[in-house]
């Protein structure tokens, strides 16, 4: 048996490096990229990895990414990562191990470490996502938020073997201009409409939510820069959705020129 690394990425430069050299010891490496506009695609050819190009038809089309790049692997057990995420030594060691007597197991959860400046958010910890499992046995859901359904016995590695935790670099202010660069997503005849309290009020709630409820407040500034860095986000994608089920139809556009000729 062997392993097939999946990576989506769009403009995923800047940690992507870190993450092909934590993975290259396995079968296969696949990144599916998503018509980066940065180097991520050359830094994915230099490391010798299959590179799939997919055209995406939304903002966050990971899910589909996904399914194209898990239908192109060549090995029996998919290790789906993000491009920000890292895999130790000892969880690749790991990994080898388990695969090669996996019983009835079709699906692994990962405990994973999230790194906010370089500081271990010990309240996001465990933090468990579906990272390992058969290549045939997932079900697929379409809320890209959720992890993936597996069909099959699913392990869970113990939250305290933080020596098998996937590495999460990514939770930078860098986030935020993801969120805002990523073309719009398509809106949804059933999609809730954006009011202007909502986007007065739901930043806020992000904000408290993180820097209160979670704790960031106890990491000090780079709490804080998180906080806002999630308030922010959410303020974004509320004003593009709301920007994108208000559009400005060519009628009153003449009309404006109208008013400023005269």
């Known amino acids: 048996m062997g392993v097939s690394v999946v990576i989506s990425t769009y403009n995923s430069s800047k940690n992507l490096q870190k993450t092909l050299d934590s993975v290259k010891c396995f079968d296969e490496i696949i990144v599916c990229d998503m018509e980066s506009t940065d180097n991520t695609v050359e830094i994915a ?15 966050n089309d990971f899910i589909n990414a996904k399914k194209y790049a898990i239908g192109h692997a060549r090995q029996e057990w998919i290790l789906l990562l993000h491009p920000d995420e890292l895999v130790p030594s000892e969880l690749r060691i790991w990994i080898h191990k388990f695969i090669s007597n996996p019983g009835n197991v079709s699906g692994v959860y990962v405990p994973r470490k999230t790194f906010v400046f370089n500081r271990f958010r010990e309240d996001l910890y465990p933090g468990y996502v579906m990272r390992l499992f058969a290549r045939d046995c997932v079900l697929w859901t379409e809320d890209p938020n959720e992890d993936l359904q597996i069909d099959g ?47 007065l009020l739901r930043p806020f709630g992000t904000f408290f939510s993180e820097y209160f409820g979670k704790g960031s407040f106890r990491y000090g500034t780079a709490g804080l820069i998180a906080s806002l860095n999630e308030s922010m986000g959410e303020f ?20 404006s020129k109208k008013r400023h000729e005269l």
């Open 45 to 59: 050819r230099k490391n010798g990895v299959r590179v799939l190009p997919f055209k995406r038809k939304e903002r």
């Open 153 to 199: 016995e699913i392990f869970k590695v113990p939250s305290n073997k933080q020596n098998l935790a996937l590495i999460h670099v990514g939770n930078s202010v860098d986030s935020v201009f993801d969120r805002v660069m990523a073309p719009i997503p398509m809106l949804q005849p059933d999609d809730e409409k954006v009011t202007g309290m909502q986007v």
């Open 236 to 255: 974004y994608r509320l004003a593009l959705k709301f920007e994108r089920s208000n559009p400005i139809d060519n009628e009153t556009q003449g009309s």
